[in-house]
């Protein structure tokens, strides 16, 4: 009986693991799924609420999880802790800095596509050396990596 009881436990164990297979990975980006995200103190709801996100795919990275918490920090550098239903693993970039240029290819000298202001977020598609190609309100163009917020700079990320 008691060997019979730890199979269901490992199982349950091993199902409730794979089901987080992103936050395995620490630290991580994910985005905010809906708004407003209430960002508490700590991990539970009887800890304060110290800020509320109005964006939707705000690009946050996790740092920590407990049960079904997140510790998430935003481009500001704010911390604290957020429901895991309220994040997508769905990639977003905050454009950082001055306004800055979309270009066709990923190159310097490459035709503009568009124009970004700071704080645009914008769908992460690929990135390629110290470029990454972005999508924001059905506009595609690259960007350099250092220009963006919510991707790690050796990261590789594939369409």
Known sequence: MIRGRFAVAALALLVATTANAADDKLPHFASLRVDPVNLRT?????YPVEWVYQKKGLPVEVTATF????????ADGTTGWVQERML????TVLVTG???TLLSAPETGAKVVA???PGVI???LECKGGWCRVETQNIKGWLPRADLWGVYPDE???E
């Open 42 to 46: 700590g991990p539970g709801t009887r």
């Open 67 to 74: 049960d079904v918490w997140r510790r998430v920090r935003d």
């Open 88 to 91: 997508t693993q769905r990639r």
């Open 98 to 100: 001055a306004v800055r």
């Open 115 to 117: 124009r970004a202001e």
């Open 122 to 124: 914008a769908g992460l």
């Open 156 to 158: 590789a990320v594939a």
